[in-house]
Nanobody, 120 residues
């Protein structure tokens, strides 16, 4: 089993910055990808940013140029630096990891989420 623990959410004014962190632990042989998803009431989770094999990145168009995803492979941690925040960035941010375990299985895992609120 794999556990993902997020931190760094909170309340910030528009134009401000926040940094989210997500640390993975447990039965991990290799992390194939990690990412951040955002969910707002009544909507499905949508991809915000992802990092594949520790280097290739992918961003939602709405956050390009403002958000940066990075990873510390040794710490099994992914970060999301969010700058120039807008009220539309408000939502619960969930960490996701695509993991190969030591028994050869490949599975996806979710964190419990962290709330980001951007006030206007």
């Amino acid at each position: 089993q794999v556990q993902l623990v997020e931190s760094g959410g909170g309340l910030v004014q528009a134009g401000g910055s926040l940094r989210l962190s997500c640390s993975a632990s447990g039965n991990i042989f290799r992390i194939n990808a990690m990412g951040w998803y955002r969910q707002t009431p009544g909507n499905q989770r949508e991809l915000v940013a992802a990092i594949i094999s520790g280097s290739s990145t992918n961003y939602a168009d709405s956050v390009k140029g403002r958000f940066t995803i990075s990873t510390d492979s040794a710490k099994k941690t992914v970060y999301l630096q969010m700058n120039s925040l807008k009220p539309d960035d408000t939502g619960v941010y969930y960490c996701n990891a695509d993991v190969n375990s030591w028994d050869g299985k490949r599975s996806g895992y979710w964190g419990k989420g962290t709330l980001v609120t951007v006030s206007s």
